[in-house]
């Protein structure tokens, strides 16, 4: 069963700390893995794009890695600030009878502190 | 990247009425996706619809309850039909450009 598995569920950190989300999936035949940006009531802003050869790719304060070996995503978050409170969704596309089908993880609601 | 324009933004609505969300692309796209998301879960698509035919939807969303229109290659309308509490979720649309997936802003439906 295509699968997005995401952790933590939600976390708190203090701003100008780091922290890193998780990303596990079983999804056959893997396309690419994006990671999304939520905020409060907006729709889904993307954050990175990687493909099955890329190990690391930086956004920023963001940086994003695959291990397409353990189908494991993670992303990073360099010294966070308010601003990056929200939900961080992974998401992963499987190419499926012509078309792209995105399997959606469940999300982490991250809330940073002053 | 495309930009989609929805609204409403967010609505509150009667039990057993009935609630038209509108997208509109600064470009013309193939295919559009209508989604929903329920309050603390991720989102779950309804229907693909396309341009000049009818839309396709996913196991557990019927025409009947979701209607959607696609008149032309930068417009979509989801209709969420004889509403009930359990319909409250942010409905959004998606279009597919290039590599990339751009999203509405979303709209916040609850059915009181």
């Known amino acids: 069963k295509n699968q997005v598995e995401q952790s933590p569920q939600s976390l708190i950190i203090l701003e100008g700390k780091n922290c890193t989300l998780q990303c596990n999936y079983t999804v056959s035949p893997f396309s690419n893995l994006r990671w999304y940006k939520q905020d409060t009531g907006r729709g889904p802003v993307s954050l990175t794009i990687m493909t099955f050869s890329e190990n690391t790719k930086s956004n920023g304060r963001y940086t994003a890695t695959l291990d397409a070996d353990t189908k494991q995503s993670s992303l990073h978050i360099t010294a966070s600030q308010l601003s990056d409170s929200a939900s961080y969704i992974c998401?992963?596309?499987?190419?499926?009878?012509?078309?792209?089908?995105?399997?959606f993880g469940a999300g982490t609601r991250l809330a940073v502190h002053p | 990247s495309a930009v989609i324009s929805q609204k409403p933004s967010r609505d509150i609505c009667q039990r057993g009425t009935s609630l038209t969300i509108q997208c509109q692309v600064d470009s013309q796209v193939t295919m559009m996706f209508w989604y929903r998301q329920q309050p603390g879960q991720s989102l779950t698509l309804i229907a693909t619809a396309n341009q000049g035919s009818e839309a396709t939807y996913e196991s557990g969303f019927v025409i009947d309850k979701f209607p959607i229109s696609r008149p032309n290659l930068t417009f979509s309308t989801l209709t969420v039909s004889n509403m009930s509490p359990e319909d409250s979720s942010i409905y959004l649309c998606?279009?597919?450009?290039?590599?990339?997936?751009?999203f509405g802003s979303g709209t916040r439906l609850t059915v009181v």
């Open positions: 998401v992963v596309i499987l190419f499926s009878g012509g078309y792209n089908k995105l399997i």
């Open positions: 998606s279009v597919g450009y290039g590599r990339g997936y751009t």
